[in-house]
């Protein structure tokens, strides 16, 4: 292979562009640079040639570095990189046959879709930065501004929105998949199908402290502050990552997709609430006050960013609230159902009602304080006070499961997928071998 440049290594900036054009290519979207003809660049390395067009082998070596170092594959293992080399051609030489293609039919990106996906694409890079200032400092760093990243970008993401829509149409709308097809393929494969893993049913009880009036004002002024930031202009994100007291702050407040029943009313309320690229006045939860920006929304399910302020109580009112839980685990031992307890003492609005049953959980999905209290706990028993982020936790072993097969219902949509996802590599193959057939390709590689 042909050297590597050092300076793109340990870049982020340019490399989350590289990545982009890998995702592209191996996704059946384009190569990382320009497209261009031979006569334009004779005295760079080629690595194929596809039609009019060129695939340097400077915009190869780019892309499979990228692989190499997201896949841990170390530059000496000659084998490996050989191989990723030639995996990553071929993607690159369908990538630039797809969007061809596109072309060729008139199919066409509307810069609303464009500056769209460029926008997302800029804020993704800015998330992994961290801040505005690192991000900033990366680009002067590359001697770059945000007009060339956006540049850059609207080469990547034209040719990947042209090359979707060609794929979408010619591959994906036409993949159709019966009952019939799903429940053979269980049948087929039952025995290479992974297991169900062990898992824990709970139950808990929630004592929560009682914040100050005072307190609670204060968090709200704060959050409506922020809120005010937002409306003037300033980032979501970058202020989700300066403010915000959830894990999720670094990732600018994305806490990803969840469904109805999974969070308090209030949020879900509010956040269903919005419509894509909102923000909600400050919303009230057991944790605190959260500002929530909707990024998508189905019918039963949302993909939101948050920040949350959370209401800190004072020293009496832990006291206090471990007091009670003391109290109420004491309760448990004296031979009251957990199940009552659960519902007059409970302060988590989604279990409360439900004699404290949170549901069931694979062990090794819980975080370390929750395993190391049910640690040794029989099913039916009870563990200690638990301290946690936010109040103290009494749980419930009410059940436990060992490894088994998955049932037909409970993978079926799972499987579904498998079989689409098996359908469409195999139409996708055959359609762009059909291209492939009627483009001049000519591969230099040794």
């Known amino acids: 292979m042909a050297s590597i440049n050092v300076r793109n290594v340990v870049s982020p900036v340019l490399a989350a562009v590289a990545l982009l054009a890998l995702a592209t290519a191996v996704l059946y979207g384009p190569p990382s640079a320009a497209q261009q003809t031979p006569a334009v660049q004779p005295v760079e390395s080629v690595a194929a040639i596809v039609g009019k067009e060129v695939i340097l082998k400077s915009e190869l070596d780019e892309q499979v570095m990228v692989y190499c170092i997201q896949a841990q594959i170390a530059p000496t293992d000659s084998v490996q990189v050989e191989k990723v080399t030639k995996d990553i051609l071929e993607s690159m030489i369908n990538a630039k046959l797809i969007v061809n293609e596109a072309r060729e039919r008139k199919i066409v990106v509307s810069n609303e879709e464009l500056n769209a996906a460029v926008d997302d694409a800029l804020n993704e890079v800015k998330n992994r930065m961290g801040t505005e200032e690192r991000f900033a400092e990366e680009l002067a760093r590359e001697n770059l501004t945000v007009e060339d990243l956006k540049t850059r970008y609207r080469k990547e993401l034209e040719n990947q929105l042209l090359a979707k829509k060609l794929v979408d149409r010619q591959v994906s709308s036409r993949i159709k998949v019966t009952d019939k097809e799903v429940d053979d393929f269980y049948k087929e494969r039952k ?31 704060r959050a409506e502050d922020i809120l005010k930031a937002i409306k003037s202009g300033e980032s979501f994100e970058d202020l989700a990552r300066n403010h915000s007291d959830d894990d999720s702050a670094e990732r600018g407040g994305d806490v990803g997709t969840f469904r109805k029943g999974e969070f308090e009313e209030s949020f879900e309320k509010a956040a ?132 088994r097969d998955y049932t037909f219902d409970e993978i079926k949509d799972r499987l579904r997928q498998l079989v689409i996802q098996e359908k469409s590599q195999n139409e996708y193959e055959q359609w762009v071998a059909e291209l492939r057939k009627k483009t001049y390709v000519d591969v230099r590689l040794p």
Do not use: C, W
């Open 191 to 221: 025995e290479e199908l992974p297991k169900r893993p062990p898992e824990i049913t709970l139950a808990q009880i929630v004592i929560l402290p009682e914040v100050d009036s005072l307190v609670d004002a204060s968090t709200r002024a």
């Open 272 to 403: 269903f609430a919005l419509e894509p690229g909102q923000v909600s006045e400050p919303v009230r939860s057991r944790f605190g006050y959260h500002l929530i920006k909707l990024v998508e929304k189905q019918e039963d399910a949302a993909h939101v960013k948050h920040i949350l302020l959370k209401t800190i109580p004072t020293d009496e009112a832990e006291e206090n609230a471990r007091a009670l839980a003391t109290q109420v685990r004491k309760k448990t031992e004296s031979g009251e159902a957990f199940e009552s307890l659960a519902a007059q003492y409970s302060q988590d609005p989604l279990s409360a009602g439900k004699g404290g049953v949170i549901g069931s959980f694979v062990l090794e999905t819980l975080s370390p304080v929750i395993k190391n209290a049910i640690k040794g706990v029989p099913v039916g028993g009870v563990t200690e006070v638990v301290p946690m982020d936010v109040g103290y936790h009494i749980f419930k072993v009410v059940g436990k499961t060992a490894e």
